[in-house]
């Protein structure tokens, strides 16, 4: 009796299992790391080594013309029409001010220009508050002919349902002295 009752359930417990599977798949689609090649539902491909982070989008300055000013994922129906939580590292290159006259702000917006989420504080823990380090400096990374550290901000905000583009933007007042990438960003199910 028990074996029977056990081979009934077996069809029930794959169709479980396959339920359990499938659900992450979706998310497991959209993690991008920019270790390999960049896929298409980005608008920018370049990447970056950071000293100490990994490969990473960018970087990106928009009062810099040698580099992108924005970057956008487009997210297509994978959300098969759910909100969609969205995490992603975002690697500050150079000393990003929270205040004062040379105050530097990110947003995240959707296609329609929506602001989803904006990051005004930047706590970065520096050594060296000079946004120029010397050539050597532990840590430091390359980006034009500047050496400078950086800084990893793990953000994340939800986007909600029917949202087919993610559009990621900085503004510094720094036109060599500050860029900005993205790391690890991930949208997930939620
Ligand atoms: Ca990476
Ligand atoms: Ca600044």
Known sequence: MRRICLKALAPLLAVGLFIGLAAPAVA????????AEIPEAWSEDATHQVTGQSQVLGPFNQRNDDYPNKASLRIGKESQGRPLKVEFDLVLLGNW?????????????DGDGNELLKVEQFPCDLTDKDE?????TPGATKVGKR?????????????????EEIVFKGKTTGRRSEFWALDNVRLTAG
């Open 97 to 109: 001010d929270s205040q004062g006259s040379k105050a530097d702000s990110f947003t995240v917006e």
């Open 132 to 136: 120029n380090l010397p050539e050597g």
């Open 28 to 35: 497991e689609n959209m993690a991008y790391d920019f270790e």
């Open 147 to 163: 050496y400078m550290r950086h800084c990893v901000l793990h953000k994340s905000f939800v986007l909600p349902a029917g949202v």
